[in-house]
Each structure stands twice: as structure tokens, then as C-alpha cells.
């Protein structure tokens, strides 16, 4: 019933921004903590970024200082703003719901060089 819906994933050179966007099928997402993570074939599914229904957030090493997660409570909505996208960044994000631990389905991200 609870349903996680990733969009805004695409195609970017390097260098270049995307925003993600992870719509919550109900207000979970107002009072639970939310995660992005991304996944290449054959490796682990890693964690991107997270941020807690007050706005602390945390970001994984790889991605700090270009990426930035945020929350429209409201809007039942998380971001993810991208940015010096590089190659290595490709990959499918998932939204998480973190302590419920319901995923989302998705979006493909590729960065050309």
C-alpha cells in the first residue's frame, strides 16, 4: 500500500545536473527518515544521502559536496540535486523510507564523458 515513486533520472554529461524527485504514497515520508542509495550491476546497493524528518542530513564520501538531499513534508516529497555529475555517479537510485524500510522502484541515471 505504502508506494515510493522515483522520477527525474536520465541522461547527463559529465559535469552537468539532474534533480531526482521520490513521491510518497502516504505521510510516512513526513515523519520518517529518507534515504537515497544507488546501485551498478554487480555491486552493493550504497548509500548516496539521508536526511530525518527535522532536515539533519548525512552523505556518503563519494558524493559530499555535490550532492544535497531535501524534503518537501508537505508534499509527501524528497530530492536529490546533483551536481559535477561525473561518470562513476551512473547508476539506479532508490528512495527509501528508512526506518520502514519501504523502497521505491527506481530511476536510471547515466553520465556520459
Known amino acids: 500500500q505504502v508506494q515510493l515513486v522515483e522520477s527525474g533520472g536520465g541522461l547527463v554529461q559529465a559535469g552537468g545536473s539532474l534533480r531526482l524527485s521520490c513521491a510518497a504514497s502516504?505521510?510516512?515520508?513526513?515523519?520518517?527518515?529518507m534515504g537515497w542509495y544507488r546501485q551498478v550491476p554487480g555491486k552493493q546497493r550504497e548509500l548516496v544521502a539521508t536526511i530525518t524528518s527535522g532536515g539533519r542530513t548525512n552523505y556518503g564520501d563519494s558524493v559530499t559536496g555535490r550532492f544535497t538531499i531535501s524534503r518537501d513534508n508537505a508534499k509527501n516529497t524528497v530530492y536529490l540535486q546533483m551536481n559535477s555529475l561525473k561518470p562513476e555517479d551512473t547508476a539506479v537510485y532508490y528512495c527509501?523510507?528508512?526506518?520502514?524500510?519501504?523502497w521505491g522502484q527506481g530511476t536510471q541515471v547515466t553520465v556520459s564523458s
Open positions: 502516504e505521510r510516512i515520508s513526513t515523519i520518517d527518515a
Open positions: 527509501k523510507a528508512i526506518r520502514s524500510g519501504h
